[in-house]
């Protein structure tokens, strides 16, 4: 069996994620199969590590895959959504302090460019730009 990666504890925090509404499909057998599914591991291997039958995995798996949560691709099931585990997460989180400070930074170094460029929006005649709160989106979260 191929080692694990460390996660803390059996805690596993959720974001909305799937299609529909899938929070009825996260039991805490279905929690830990989305966490262990990080690791990639084969369907007898997971079974192993949880205790249960590859076949009682499967029935278990299917309303994950119903909900879209998990998918199965080249004979490996896989969340259709990001898991980290705690370690991972930090690693994110330090990055991304140091990268909205550098957002920060060069907002504030381009405010007036901002602020010439608003003008030319059709929202600047309904609102002046200190009326606004604006907010940074980007097409993937954690590209950083």
């Not at 805490?28 to 591991?41: A, F, G, N, T, V």
């Not at 299917?62 to 909900?67: G, H, I």
């Not at 980290?84 to 550098?102: G, L, M, P, R, W």
């Not at 608003?118 to 954690?142: H, K, P, W």
């Amino acid at each position: 069996m191929a080692d694990r990666t460390p996660y803390n504890g059996d805690k596993v925090h959720l974001s909305l994620a799937g299609s529909g509404n899938p929070w009825s499909s996260l039991t805490q057998l279905r929690k830990r199969i989305l966490r262990e599914l990080h690791d990639s591991p084969d369907i007898s291997e997971l079974a192993l590590l949880l205790g249960i039958k590859s076949e009682d995995l499967m029935l278990e798996l299917r309303p994950l895959m119903d909900a879209s949560l998990v998918f199965k691709s080249n004979g490996h099931f896989r969340p259709s959504f990001l898991v980290t585990n705690s370690v991972e997460t930090q690693t994110v989180y330090n990055h991304a302090c140091e990268f909205s400070k550098i957002l920060a930074e060069k907002t504030e170094e381009n405010m007036e460019y901002i602020k010439t460029s608003y003008q030319n929006l059709e929202l600047s005649r309904t609102y002046e730009f200190d009326e606004l709160a604006f907010m940074f989106v980007g097409g993937r979260i954690l590209d950083i």
